[in-house]
């Protein structure tokens, strides 16, 4: 898990550092919320490489309530189109790194003596592939020209291994991208 994390941190550095300058820095705030009603927040960047096509790299977290708390980190490649009114859908794929936490109390562990112990609650360390479908998305840039894009997206996004499993989720991510502007001087 820990090469996966240093996978994805080469990935995400090369791909912020080497902004290809278009004078603008999308950042995007979210909501997002695990099972749609698990509160979470997650911001991210998008760098735009290719005919609709962008990189993306977002950090976050949820609550789901008397369950978990998850952190995450994934990046991943969207294809978007953007209609001349403003109107876009997208999809994308990617991967990332999940570390969940259990509510609820202490968790317990036998030794091979019988003798019962409180185990430590240090999370655990998940492999986070997902699926983005960009239902709708608002770009004020087209026709008000203002710099801020809205989006609603569903994520369906998988936790493994979970029982020697992969455990789906899905998540509804609402949202705005600021396209800061960098100073051309």
């Known amino acids: 898990m820990k090469k996966i994390l240093v996978f994805l941190l080469l990935i995400t550095g090369s791909a912020v550092f080497a902004h290809g300058g278009g004078g603008v820095i999308p950042v995007n705030f979210s909501y997002f919320g695990e099972t749609i009603i698990h509160p979470g927040f997650e911001i991210g960047y998008e760098n735009a490489f290719y005919n609709g096509f962008n990189f993306t790299v977002s950090i976050g977290f949820y609550i789901h309530q008397r ?4 952190f995450y980190f994934n990046s991943g490649i969207n294809w978007r189109h953007t209609f001349p009114v403003g109107y876009s859908m997208e999809f994308g794929i990617g991967f990332g790194y999940l570390h969940t936490f259990v509510h609820g109390g202490d968790t317990y562990t036998v030794d091979d003596n019988g003798d019962i ?8 360390s998940n492999f986070m ?4 479908l960009g239902l709708f998305g608002w770009d004020l840039r087209n026709n008000a020209g203002i710099p801020i894009r809205i989006n609603l997206d569903v994520i369906i996004f998988g936790q ?4 020697n499993f992969i455990m789906p989720h899905i998540a509804l991510k609402t949202g705005t991208t600021y396209f ?4 051309q001087n």
């Open 117 to 124: 112990f409180v185990k430590p609650n240090y999370g655990r």
């Open 180 to 183: 800061f502007e960098l100073d």
């Open 160 to 163: 493994f291994p979970y029982n």
């Open 67 to 70: 369950n978990h708390t998850g």
């Open 129 to 132: 592939p997902l699926i983005k």
